[in-house]
């Protein structure tokens, strides 16, 4: 492996100089050409700039001129092979960083092989045109590689190394060493897909967010807000495409679909092209900015993105990671490290389809294939073998990723120890999860477990289809009116005892149906998601009694008397929409996100301080009991106590160092 010294980067522009400047703050000699003496001297400027920005946070260890001193600049006159001659004599390594016209790096790669040293490597900053076809103007094809930034260079750290057909093995692992001494983390693109990794995933969700407001089904606020609010995301399809720009996002996917990728265009984005609404660069695309160049976050509410179906948005995306992974471009764990590096996902793509659920992801697909003619609709074959077998992601325990679950099975409940959730899953199937005296003790048995398990943050009470029907009638009838308060009341009283003084979030994920005692158990938690078909009821007077599990006490706190009273004198029941209007439920999703709703729901929870959490649990619990004055108090109390902690002085100086807070509860 030759040792790399010298560094030549062609094209001084955006990314031509950051991938300069990443070099000499490396330590490497540089000398960046361009056509023109003003694209040098504007782009030595801006290195200028921003390394002395960078010495003055403490970021850059020696003074930004000892750094400058490492570029020399030359123009080269494509008119003039002498230039490119004197520029490549004495190189290791090249960086190509010209405009995305095969023709123009073709040329500068078979004029910089002309007077390179035998042994220099070419490299190409391309982000869609194949390596292989770059490196036919070459006799050293063995020796081209592919070396994409992402831009900004100085500051992002994904590099993917591209292999073309005839790219050795020596190349890949001399780039893969030369991007780690820039402080980079290099992921090798086996083969010469178009748009490699990161452009094949980005293309897939933005194209699929666009194609749900064309067809109607959403508008361009509530995909953006489902990404960004839901999932988390740094930015929106219709905002990430503004800042890309869309002439360059259009420009990219039609050469990925002419080099063989199966992505049908929205037209949304060709009508703006045509349009002249480029995105940030012309100052209007989907959004509007304050001027050409300047960037500023669109402003779309959390609330838009309420019953919107995102595995829809982020479905294909998912399958293009699983045919990177089928195809042996990258395994699964690179195609993850790529898309968090270079798209700032909070996870990789494969994690999020574990995390939603591989069988959600494939049945999202395939209803599309069902309503549109259009081949993008082609599951993988590797994705759904593997929802076949049983790997489906976080929920079955193994999905491109393994997880650590734990279950036990209790008869009448069931323990799921998944991450930092504790599931506590109620288990009559056949009985569509009618409660027992004897199933209401395990459930608080088990919710107590869940509170003192170091491990876990949240516990959820789930029911699989069905969240609890109601208290068994068939234990009822045998039961007498004096036995009543043992029997019934008191089981429920302990289960809402070991609930309301647990000091973690205690959330009910309900499904299916939610009447009687089940409603009564899903008014006990401190937070209740419900998928949209679920409906929810106090029915006991249809059959002659009365709530018995505090449904009369809860329901007027959660609802209001009158609405309580509706619910109870006439024992209907209410869809899942109404309830969340009345205030019973705080969530309603569709059906098909419910089961990555509530893990999504999980983690937002266990990233929080645990000792923060269960004081606050517990003073506003306390609200509905005792007067004004005695809960100021209370509060007050508690807030001394929280402040106290190093989880408060750790978010406390987070929040002024402007950084995420690294609790340790």
Not at 120 to 128: D, E, F
Not at 198 to 203: D, E, F, P, Q, T
Not at 392 to 404: N, R
Not at 521 to 540: F, H, I, K
Request: hydrophobic share 45%.
């Amino acid at each position: 492996m030759n040792e790399v010294k010298k560094i030549l980067v062609v094209g001084a522009g955006v990314m031509g100089h950051g991938i300069a400047q990443v070099a000499a703050m490396s330590g490497f000699q540089v000398r960046m050409i361009d056509i023109k003496q003003e694209f040098l001297d504007r782009a030595m400027q801006r290195i200028k700039e921003s390394l002395e920005k960078l010495y003055a946070k403490g970021k850059l260890k020696e003074p930004p001129e000892e750094v400058l001193k490492r570029i020399e600049t030359m123009v080269a006159n494509p008119n003039d092979e002498k230039s490119y001659a004197e520029a490549a004599k004495d190189i290791d390594f090249m960086i190509e960083a010209v405009p995305e016209k095969l023709e123009l790096k073709q040329a500068v790669f078979s004029t910089i092989d002309k007077y390179a040293p035998p042994h220099a490597i070419l490299a190409s900053n391309t982000s869609s045109i194949p390596i292989t076809e770059i490196a036919k103007a070459t006799k050293r094809p063995d020796k081209v590689v592919g070396m994409h930034f992402f831009n900004p260079p100085v500051i992002l750290k994904l590099v993917e190394v591209v292999r073309g057909q005839q790219t050795s093995d020596e190349t890949v692992n001399t780039t893969v060493e030369l991007a780690k001494k820039m402080g980079k983390v290099p992921i090798v693109v086996s083969k010469d897909v178009p748009g490699f990794i990161v452009n094949r995933i980005m293309a897939r969700f933005l194209n699929e967010g666009c194609w749900l407001v064309a067809r109607g089904i959403y508008t361009k606020e509530q995909v953006d807000a489902a990404l960004r609010y839901k999932l988390n995301f740094p930015m929106g399809a219709f905002e990430l495409a503004d800042y890309v720009g869309l002439d360059v996002l259009v420009s990219l996917m039609e050469a990925m679909r002419e080099r063989g990728m199966n992505i049908t265009i929205c037209p949304l984005f060709k009508e703006m092209v045509e349009k002249g609404k480029l995105g940030v660069k012309s100052g209007e695309g989907f959004y509007k900015y304050p001027a050409p160049g300047k960037f500023v976050k669109p402003a779309v509410k959390a609330s838009a993105a309420e019953g919107v179906d995102y595995i829809a948005i982020v479905d294909l995306a998912v399958n293009e990671g699983a045919w990177l992974v089928e195809n042996q471009v990258a395994s699964a764990k690179d195609v993850d490290t790529a898309t968090v590096l270079g798209l700032n996902l909070p996870t990789g793509i494969l994690q999020l389809g574990d995390n939603l659920g591989l069988d959600n992801v494939v049945a999202s697909i395939e209803e599309k294939a069902s309503k549109y003619n259009t081949d993008d609709y082609k599951v993988t074959s590797l994705l759904k073998k593997m929802v076949e077998e049983g790997k489906c992601g976080l929920k079955c325990g193994e999905g491109f990723h393994k997880y650590e679950v734990y279950e036990e099975d209790l008869g009448e409940i069931k323990i799921r120890k998944e991450g930092k959730g504790f599931w506590i899953i109620l288990n009559r199937p056949k009985q569509r999860n009618a409660l027992t005296p004897q199933m209401l003790r395990k459930m608080a048995e088990a919710v107590k477990r869940g509170c003192e398990d170091k491990d876990a943050k949240v516990i959820v009470l789930y029911g699989g289809e069905v969240f609890s029907a109601g208290f068994d009638l068939t234990v009822m009838k045998d039961i007498k009116p004096e036995e009543a308060p043992y029997v019934v009341a008191k089981p429920f009283a302990e289960l809402g005892e070991a609930i309301e003084s647990c000091p973690k979030p205690v959330v009910a994920f309900i499904t299916g149906y939610a009447l009687g005692g089940g409603l009564e158990v899903a008014m006990m938690t401190d937070l209740r998601l419900a998928s949209d078909d679920s409906l929810l009821g106090q029915p006991e007077i249809n059959v002659g009694i009365i709530p018995g599990g505090g449904g009369t006490q809860r329901l007027p706190r959660l609802v209001g008397l009158g609405r309580a009273l509706q619910l109870v004198l006439l024992g209907e029941m209410m869809d899942a929409e109404t309830a969340k209007q009345w205030g019973l439920v705080n969530w309603v999703v569709p059906k098909r996100v419910a089961d990555a709703e509530i893990r999504l729901l999980i983690q937002k929870l266990a990233s929080k301080p645990l000792y923060a959490l269960g004081a606050a649990k517990e003073v506003t619990r306390a609200a509905l009991e005792v007067p004004l004055k005695e809960g100021l108090k209370l509060e007050a109390e508690a807030f001394a106590r929280v402040l106290g902690t190093e989880d408060a002085k750790e978010g406390i100086n987070a929040f002024l160092e402007k950084r995420k807070p690294k609790f340790k509860n």
